[in-house]
């Protein structure tokens, strides 16, 4: 891990900075978070990716669940660094085979997302990623998918 003098990561201020904010994007009042600047930047990427593998290397997790599209960015480069397998949380009739599907409210309308049926195990340690938290309504509706199948508890 880099740590700085106050015990901060020294990578989080480079990442930070490089995110483009979008005023009003996709509608009115939202201030959309544009990851794409980071991608654009090997070292920068690769400081993100790091990042997170030394957040969660040692917590024993199995699996990382990437939600479409962007937590499909990091997650499985995550997953394959922490030795977990990759779950992809999509949006409908994208899968082939049975799914669980679980529907949720967005800051500018509805959605819903699925997983594969046999994607989580009954007691695995899932790592849920996704790139930002507006409303709330994806990572709750993720955390209800992979609750259905591991130990997790809302």
Same mark, same amino acid.
């Given at each position: ?25 996709? &509608?009115?009042? =939202?201030?959309? +978070? ?9 070292? #920068?990427? &690769? ?45 409908? &009739? ?15 309308? +509805? ?16 790592? =849920? ?9 994806? #990572?709750?509706?993720?955390?209800? #998918? ?9």
């Amino acid at each position: 891990m880099i740590e700085e003098e106050n015990g901060e990561d020294s990578r989080l201020e480079a990442i930070s900075a490089a995110i483009r904010v979008v005023p009003h994007f996709p &509608k009115p009042g =939202i201030m959309f +978070n544009d990851i794409t600047t980071i991608l654009l930047r090997p070292k #920068l990427f &690769k400081d993100a990716v790091e990042f997170f593998v030394d957040r969660y290397r040692d917590m024993e997790i199995s699996a990382v669940a990437g939600i479409e599209a962007r937590g499909f960015i990091f997650g499985p480069s995550i997953a394959l660094a922490i030795g977990a397998k990759f779950i992809p949380l999509q949006k409908p &009739k994208k899968f082939t085979g049975e799914v669980f599907s679980e529907a949720y409210e967005l800051e500018y309308g +509805n959605d819903c997302l699925e997983m594969h049926i046999e994607a989580v195990q009954p007691g695995e340690r899932v790592l =849920i990623f996704d790139d930002l938290i507006a409303t709330g309504g994806t #990572l709750c509706a993720a955390m209800k #998918l992979v609750g259905k199948l591991s130990s997790f508890q809302l």
